[in-house]
């Protein structure tokens, strides 16, 4: 959120008023849900194009590597990018790009869960479609400020991140991967709250067209990859579960 911030100073400013900013409010958050829909949309069909293309996803699995670190890049830049760039095809390009990035990366651990037990997709799917829209109904809708819980779980993903990574070089347990991914989904839904929260915020009634689709963009930016996220890890929880 440092990026919104940063930008907020320079922003054209304006006398919020709810009576008037209703209308529009709800026409730049439909923006938001509907940029961040096209994304996923945009991943699955990657990821289906590379299910049935076993050559290539061979290729894209031996690269797994160079998309985890091409991801963490897209999550630090994209939003700089946003708006930074001050372009609406950049703020496109950036979105975009780290969507099909998302595609590219999940597809090997999809398409294996799709070739096992296609079922657990879809319930992950449905699981987190519904934790995420409640989260993010209750971010939208509370009069509660959520940046402290927000920021509390944030810094603790760090830690879990790190946790994660000593996991994969080092233990390789499955229930250590399961317990993370617990406290994942526990962290990514108070996370989603406080995102919707803050981009509800983000919304200024004086803002010119370019500047709106821009903060639309960085929305659903935000939204998407917390719903990549949760669906990830609802994913392994499913898998392990299937497995007993």
Do not use: C
């Not at 509907?34 to 069909?45: E, F, K, P, Q, S």
């Amino acid at each position: 959120m440092a990026e919104y911030q940063n930008y907020q100073k320079t922003a054209q400013g304006g006398i919020r008023s709810d009576a008037v900013i209703d209308e529009g409010l709800r026409t730049y958050m439909i923006r938001v849900y509907n940029y961040m829909a096209l994304g996923i949309a945009l991943t699955a069909g990657i990821t289906l194009v590379l299910a049935n293309s076993p050559a290539l996803l061979s290729t894209i699995s031996s690269m797994g590597i160079v998309f985890f670190i091409a991801l963490i890049a897209a999550s630090w830049f994209g939003p700089k990018l946003i708006f930074s760039a001050k372009s609406e095809g950049v703020a496109h390009a950036a979105y975009w790009g780290y969507a099909a990035l998302w595609g590219l990366a999940i597809a090997p651990m999809v398409v294996a869960y799709l070739n096992i037990a296609p079922g657990i997709v879809v319930q992950a799917f449905a699981i987190t479609s519904v934790l995420f829209g409640s989260m993010s109904l209750l971010g939208y809708t509370t009069k509660k400020n959520l940046s402290g819980i927000g920021q509390f779980a944030t810094m603790a993903m760090i830690g879990l991140i790190v946790v994660a990574l000593a996991n994969v070089f080092f233990f390789e347990s499955s229930l250590i991967s399961v317990g993370i991914s617990a406290v994942y989904v526990l962290l990514i839904s108070a996370i989603t709250a406080w995102e919707t929260q803050e981009i509800k915020q983000m919304y200024l009634e004086s803002d010119g067209a370019s500047v709106a689709n821009r903060k639309a963009i960085f929305g659903a930016f935000l939204l998407y990859g917390s719903f990549i996220s949760m669906f990830i890890h609802i994913l392994n929880l499913l898998g392990f579960m299937n497995q007993e």
